[in-house]
């Protein structure tokens, strides 16, 4: 079992920055892949970036190029610069473990509470 704490959301006007970090709980941070997902009001949980345990990338059409996702696995956390921020990035957003199989991550359910970050002016 790994429990994750996010933090860093907030409110941003349209064009800013958030950095939102995810430390987690355990001794195999490492090991895992890890995603950030974001939840719409009203709308499913999609997959917004992940990183496998060696460090590759890939992100959502959506974010391509204004995401950056990184982790730092001495502090067991990871982390998603979020810069030209628009208001349809608004969303709860949460980290996730997983894995990297097959060129796909995959999630386990492994959840943190989620942080809000609202994009207005």
């Known amino acids: 079992q790994v429990q994750f704490v996010e933090s860093g959301g907030g409110l941003v006007q349209p064009g800013g920055s958030l950095r939102l970090s995810c430390a987690a709980s355990?001794?195999?941070?490492?090991?895992?892949?890890m995603g950030w997902y974001r939840q719409p009001p009203g709308k499913q949980r999609d997959l917004v970036a992940y990183i496998t345990s060696g460090g590759s990338t890939k992100y959502a059409d959506s974010v391509k190029g204004r995401f950056t996702i990184s982790r730092d696995n001495a502090k067991n956390t990871v982390y998603l610069q979020m810069n030209s921020l628009k208001p349809e990035d608004t969303a709860v957003y949460y980290c996730?473990?997983?894995?990297?199989?097959?060129?796909?991550?995959?999630?386990?359910?492994?959840w943190g509470q989620g942080t809000q970050v609202t994009v207005s002016s």
């Open positions: 355990g001794s195999r941070f490492r090991t895992y892949a």
């Open positions: 996730n473990a997983g894995n990297y199989i097959g060129g796909s991550y995959n999630a386990y359910n492994y």
